[in-house]
């Protein structure tokens, strides 16, 4: 069974930085592209950031140059740091396989940029 777990998330201020990790389990993590996805209040799902197996990334011009996607095959784990945070950048963060959408169920991690 894919399991997808995020952590990391929590309250920071405007300009702050945060690590968010996500736990892969049940599939050949290596083999994959992964995702980071978010979702603010009231708002559909929007892609932030992909990362292929050879280890290419892309972003979402909203995040380019806060933002550094990174995965440790070792350790079947994508990471994403957020740095420079906005107020905007609240939103329930998920990650995926590909470009998703996140496996059903899973709960995200939730994150709150405010003063």
């Known amino acids: 069974e894919v399991q997808l777990v995020e952590s990391g998330g929590g309250l920071v201020q405007p300009g702050g930085s945060l690590r968010l990790s996500c736990a892969a389990s049940g599939f050949i993590f290596r083999f994959y592209s992964m995702s980071w996805l978010r979702q603010a209040p009231g708002k559909g799902l929007e892609w932030v950031s992909d990362?292929?197996?050879?280890?290419?990334?892309s972003y979402a011009d909203s995040v380019k140059g806060r933002f550094t996607i990174s995965r440790d095959n070792a350790k079947n784990t994508l990471y994403l740091q957020m740095n420079s945070l906005k107020p905007e950048d609240t939103a329930v963060y998920y990650c995926a396989i590909g470009r998703g959408p996140p496996p059903p169920g899973g709960q995200g991690t939730q994150v709150t940029v405010s003063s």
């Open positions: 990362i292929n197996s050879g280890g290419s990334t």
